[in-house]
């Protein structure tokens, strides 16, 4: 015990002030692990030699201007709905963060210096209250007492016209999220009940521990919930047209295949942030338009991809270039109930036959510090992620799943009676953007050495991600696309994309499995999956940090030699700003409208 007091001490000094670390001296050090808070930084909170805070801070900050950008670069296009609350896309999540608030978001975290750039690694340990005015307190690991801000109102515009946020806006908007949202699985799978106790105040508690809390249920950007007044979440019809919320940025128009516009919430509870007055989504993705505006000056920056890198890099040479490990999750996934994925062996060779070094040298040109190299079945996160390429002695003997291995993926293939091979249709999206194009055609292409002869289906977004997407996929076919954008955790991953019991787990057959009736006896999906399942659960209720990175490490392992879905590569994401943006607090996720977008000033001079 006098060990784990002394390891929250060092946590809590070095993220809190001194006010602070008294206000939470009662909060026992197993129910902040429980709060997911503990991250993935060292204990002593430095990131090595290099390391540094991910920011270009300037100390006397210019208020004004507009901000204008490719709402989600190479990705950008219209979303369905503005109702986050009730929408799967990151096409709707992102908007999201600029008009609502969650009741937690996240600090930047640390970076590194590449090849003159700023590598971003993917670290969500910095927590700190958004509606909520701080992290909760956390009773026995299940029970968060939350706390609203005293100054938190939604935006001046009718009908709420500033009226003060309460704890009934919450647990309403929560009640909606947990009847409606696609993306509530966790949510369902974790929360016992939401109980209103004042004005201001509730408390959320769990059915049993859950030690990334959080990064999972309470600052989620990847789905929600979303802090929303009644007024306008139960008008369906209005929630789809017009946000109001309480986060920084005042929704303003959103003209289709042009532009998503914000004002400057003047009254938001952090004033004077943020210090633009406009910010510009454009919903273009071209990127050839969107190099041609950089370089006049008309763009202040953009997400790009890492094939462009080295373009953009010499035709931007004053641009200030970001970079980071690939956040996003994606690979190949499939529908059990048709052959020939349904047989293990198949998914072994699909994943033995892809070069993923040779895909990696030909695109991955930023090089990310802690990144580019084969995804495991979790992003490349900060601690948790082990690297199977780079570190195959302490992956284990399943690393060998993801080396190229011709000879032995038709080996398997063979063996599993495919001697000359299979035709196979690859569905996805064009949305995604040319670098990931980039990877689904460099997928197919190494496959086909192996005897997987793959086309590329790229439809159109909304059709494919009302089938393919969530595991309706026909025989002959399998999805290959971006999985999840915004990940905050591995847990995440594991829940929402493989769990049986998943509202829109990305595998079919179709449909979630209640989690009374796992494992299934004799079920050829992950449903049947007991070994894979207990450890799932294990590592969601490890409440010590270090167990339960090695808990994540030993379910990366297990699932190498599953491929339950085959994970692509690890291909570095890439940004850049002109030089005149300043105070450059880069996160990476879908938060970037109240984690990033709220620090950046303008200096034209």
């Known amino acids: 015990m006098a060990a784990e007091s002394e390891y929250w001490g060092r946590f809590w000094r070095r993220r809190l002030s001194r006010r602070r670390l008294l206000q939470t001296t009662a909060v026992t050090g197993a129910g902040l692990a429980a709060a997911g808070v503990v991250g993935c930084g060292d204990d002593e909170g430095g990131g ?33 709905s503005l109702d986050a609350q009730r929408q799967l896309t990151f096409l709707a999540q992102i908007p999201a963060a600029f008009h609502y608030s969650r009741l937690i978001k996240f ?8 090849d003159g750039a700023t590598s971003v690694l993917i670290d969500f340990s910095n927590a700190e209250g958004d509606a909520a005015e701080d992290v909760p307190e956390v009773v026995d690991g299940t029970v968060f007492n939350f706390k609203l801000r005293d100054n938190l109102n939604f935006h001046n515009v009718p009908p709420v016209n500033g009226r003060p ?70 008008n369906k019809d209005e929630a789809g047209k017009n946000a109001i919320g309480s ?52 763009l202040d920056g953009s997400l790009g991809s890492a094939d462009l890198w080295d373009r953009w890099r010499t035709e931007l040479p004053d641009g200030q270039f970001f970079t980071g490990p690939e956040h996003v999750w994606g690979g190949a996934y499939f529908n059990y109930a048709n052959p020939p994925f349904n047989d293990k062996r198949v998914r072994q060779a699909l994943s033995m036959a892809i070069d993923r070094p040779g895909i990696l040298a030909t695109l991955d040109k930023p090089g990310a510090v802690g990144g580019g190299a084969g995804l495991t079945h979790v992003s490349q996160y900060d601690r948790f992620w082990l690297d199977p390429i780079k570190e195959a002695s302490e992956f284990g003997e399943n690393a060998k799943y993801f080396a190229q291995n011709i000879t032995e993926a038709k080996a398997l293939l063979s063996a599993a009676g495919f001697a000359d091979g299979v035709d196979i249709t690859a569905n996805s999206s064009s949305v995604y953007g040319p670098g990931f194009g980039a990877q689904m055609n460099a997928v197919a292409a190494s496959a086909r050495e192996a005897g997987f002869r793959m086309e590329l289906n790229l439809g159109e977004y909304g059709g494919y991600i009302s089938t393919t997407f969530l595991g309706d996929i026909p ?6 696309a971006p999985l999840m954008g915004s990940p905050i955790d591995p847990h995440n991953i594991f829940f929402t994309i493989f769990h049986p019991s998943s509202a829109r787990h990305n595998w079919g057959p ?35 940090t270090d167990a339960r990175v090695e808990l994540v490490r ?20 890439a940004y850049v700003y002109q030089p005149w943006v300043k105070n450059i607090k880069l996160i990476r ?12 000033w303008l200096d034209k001079s």
């Open 165 to 234: 946020v309460t704890a009934e806006d919450v647990k309403h908007s929560i009640d909606i999220f947990a009847t409606e949202s696609p993306n509530r699985g966790n949510w369902l799978a974790q929360v016992d009940k939401v109980e209103v106790t004042g004005d201001k105040t509730f408390t959320i508690t769990l059915k049993k521990p859950f030690g990334p809390a959080f990064q999972v249920l309470f600052g989620n950007n990847d789905g929600g919930p979303w802090v929303m007044p009644k007024e306008i979440l139960d």
């Open 554 to 573: 030993d379910v990366q392992r297990l699932m190498a030699e599953r491929m339950w879905l085959v994970p692509w590569t690890g291909v570095s994401t």
């Open 510 to 544: 179709k449909g979630a499995v209640p989690a009374a009736e796992l494992p299934k006896a004799n079920d050829p999906t992950p449903a049947g999956d007991a070994e894979l399942l207990q450890l799932w659960n294990k590592q969601a209720e490890e409440l010590d």
């Open 107 to 114: 600090a930047s975290g640390r970076s590194e210096e590449v």
């Open 589 to 600: 996720g879908y938060g970037f409208g109240v984690e990033t977008a709220v620090h950046l």
């Open 475 to 480: 025989a002959g076919s399998i999805g290959l």
């Open 48 to 80: 090595g030699d290099g390391a540094q805070q991910t920011a270009t801070a300037e100390a006397s900050p210019k208020a004004g201007g507009t901000f204008t950008t490719p709402l989600v670069g190479l990705s950008s296009g219209n979303p369905p």
């Open 247 to 298: 986060g920084p940025w005042i929704f303003d128009k959103w003209e289709p295949n042009v532009v998503i516009r914000w004002r400057k919430n003047p009254d938001y509870y952090d004033a004077p942030l943020p210090y633009l007055d406009v910010f510009e989504g454009l919903l273009t993705a071209d990127p050839e338009a969107i190099l041609t505006r950089l370089k006049g000056g008309e």
